[in-house]
């Protein structure tokens, strides 16, 4: 996939800013248009607990974080200015939010994490920090002064006895006021300080990179359900040893073999590991909601081309092997034929089907019976 953003091509855009350092492009988005409003952001705030208010004054205590979900009159008693609400996994919730994420799609699917949205009021901020993770910050309405440094985000830098990361001592290095459609694009660990203006909305696309830590203790935990772990140490045909306090070379070697047996020993069992773990949906994501569509039914809607849409919080992907297509489905693995790949690449490529891209696609008796089940287990559903 290519596009520009601004005077920028994507692929320079990868080659050289991607992970590297921090880009500013103006009208990155031109004509950028917030699909919600700020009272539907903090209408969304009401509905889910992902979302944060922080006051750096007016409130408790410097820089307090209020934690929703909120209700109406969280919103009643906050100060004039210095305000910010803040929305994690917007995107789960809406697909028109899904929609702004498109053009950010030549970083693959699985390396997203989500659309963040915050409103703030003059003066509003969350402070001089920085992230774990990449971030593209798209100004959405009104303006935000943006402040960056190299200096470095030490632990001794920050303020003391706060919930949230701000840096004690910041000195900005390069500074710019943005407005609707201007984008800043930033690696991780940049420190960064934005600041509101006037009533402003920013978007930020935000993305996963996992902890190895972590991958290792999913990998672990899924392979401890396997019972080939229940297999016991064994030693027959010891050698004499003299000392009864020594762990020998041998019996090294063999523990060690006998721990290291316990992971996956080929590439291909880590694959579909990886297609599971990296399509399973975030922890707190609500469930899918299963239908009990028949097929029949099925073709009647197709019939009065209905549009079908991606659930907004599910995750597909998929990868090749050899003649075989691993699809995952948030975090269900099915087996396809190469031949239909065209189709797998149609359900992973849009958020949303309608009957001009599936009419043809879905005369196919394979593909009608994958987007029944899809559309059973609720991974897909129709817009009424
Ligand atoms: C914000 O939108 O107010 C904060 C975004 C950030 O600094 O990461
Ligand atoms: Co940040």
Known sequence: MSGMFGDISVEEFLRDYWQKK??????ALPGFQSPITQDELAGLAC???ASRIVIEKGGKCPWEVRHGAFDDDSFADLP????????????????????????FRFIPDWRVDDLMISFAVEGGSVGPHMDNYDVFLIQAQGQRRWQITTQPATPDNFLPDLELRIMREFQ?????????????????????YGVA????????????????????????????????LQQRF??????????????????????IDFVLDALPQDTHALQKWLGKYLSE?????EAPE?????????????????????????RFLYFLSGSDIYFFTNGLQHILPIEQLDFVRFLCSSNQYKHAGYKDLLQNKEYLDLFLTLIQEGLIYINE
Request: glycine share 2%.
């Open 22 to 27: 921090p880009l500013l492009i103006r009208q």
């Open 47 to 49: 509905e889910t607990d």
């Open 80 to 103: 004039e200015t210095h305000w910010t609400l803040l929305v994690n996994d917007t995107d789960q919730h809406l697909p028109e939010l899904k929609a702004v994420m498109e053009p």
């Open 172 to 192: 900005p290095e390069q500074e710019w006021v943005v407005n609707p459609g201007d984008m800043l694009y930033l690696p991780p660990n940049v420190p960064h």
């Open 197 to 228: 203006l006037n009533e402003c909305m920013t978007y930020s696309v935000g993305f996963r990179a996992p902890l190895q830590s972590d991958m290792l203790e999913k990998l672990v935990d899924d392979l401890l359900e396997e019972p080939r």
């Open 234 to 255: 064994r030693d027959e045909g010891r050698s004499l040893q003299e000392h009864p306090g020594e762990l020998t070379e041998a019996d090294m070697d063999r523990l």
């Open 281 to 285: 949906p975030k922890a707190d994501a």
């Open 290 to 314: 299963p239908s009990d569509i028949s097929k029949a039914e099925l073709a009647k809607l197709i019939t009065r081309k209905k549009t079908f849409e991606k659930t907004p919080n599910i």
